[in-house]
Nanobody, 123 residues
Framework: VQLVESGGGLVQVGGSLRLSCAAS????????IGWFRQAPGKEREGVSS????????YYADSVEGRFTISSDNAKNTTYLQMNSLNPEDTAVYYC????WGWGSLNGREYDYWGQGTQVTVSS
């Protein structure tokens, strides 16, 4: 299983970015893709997740209404659209896969991780 993130970068306050997570090597019928982030000196935080089986989505309170997760199953790619970005969103963003999961935002429940992509929001 391989997960590759892309789309990070430098953006000004109030701007937008779309992150992508391309998955390959999956042999599971059902799985959850989650997005997590970790800022320097802070613990990893679950941001959002989406289930492959029914499309259920979950969001952390800190991003609800600003971020949108979606998937293109034909491309095996999950996206995280991030709007109204602020400096507190600055972090390395990771996508992860949880086979047979339900959509938890607890990173310990995820088995496979990408390498991460840096998002920096400048004020």
């Amino acid at each position: 299983v391989q997960l590759v993130e892309s789309g990070g970068g430098l953006v000004q306050v109030g701007g937008s970015l779309r992150l992508s997570c391309a998955a390959s090597g999956f042999t599971f019928d059902d799985y959850v893709i989650g997005w997590f982030r970790q800022a320097p000196g802070k613990e990893r935080e679950g941001v959002s997740s989406i289930s492959s089986s029914d499309g259920s989505t979950y969001y952390a309170d800190s991003v609800e209404g600003r971020f949108t997760i979606s998937s293109d199953n034909a491309k095996n790619t999950t996206y995280l659209q991030m709007n109204s970005l602020n400096p507190e969103d600055t972090a390395v963003y990771y996508c992860a896969a949880d086979p047979w999961g339900w959509g938890s935002l607890n990173g310990r429940e995820y088995d496979y991780w990408g390498q991460g992509t840096q998002v920096t929001v400048s004020s």
